[in-house]
Every structure is written in structure tokens, then in C-alpha cells.
């Protein structure tokens, strides 16, 4: 059985790909740490997700067209 893949919450619907040194994934990678302890990166980076979803959704590939 295989096992899931981490994704990295910085860039969103890209796997982890431990470009941090030292990060295991993202739970204790530094970049993922300092974006959301910032509350101005933490906001964009929310932005950015939102700007991703509805991108998929407008094409087809979203969460929303995957339940349909």
C-alpha cells in the first residue's frame, strides 16, 4: 500500500518536495513556519488558495467539480 503524499501549504496542489534543509515535510519545515506565524503572509497565502479554487472551478478540475 502506498503513502500519502504531504503537500506543501505554501504552494498549493504541489507535493512537499523538502526544499527546506533539514524539513522532513511540511510539519516541520521552516518556510511553512514563518508563513504562518506572519498573519500578513498567512492572509496572501490564503488569497492565493482562494485564487487557485476558483481557478479550477471555472475549468472543471476543482473540488466541487470532483463531487458532481
Known amino acids: 500500500m502506498s503513502r500519502p503524499v504531504p503537500q506543501c501549504p505554501i504552494r498549493p496542489g504541489e507535493a512537499c518536495l523538502l526544499c527546506e534543509s ?12 514563518l508563513v504562518m506565524h506572519d498573519p500578513d503572509l498567512r492572509d496572501r ?5 482562494l485564487e487557485r479554487i476558483r481557478e479550477q472551478q471555472q475549468t472543471g478540475r476543482g473540488p466541487a467539480a470532483r463531487r458532481a
Open 45 to 49: 497565502l490564503a488569497e492565493l488558495r
Open 22 to 33: 533539514g524539513a522532513t515535510g511540511p510539519e516541520d519545515c521552516g518556510l511553512v513556519w
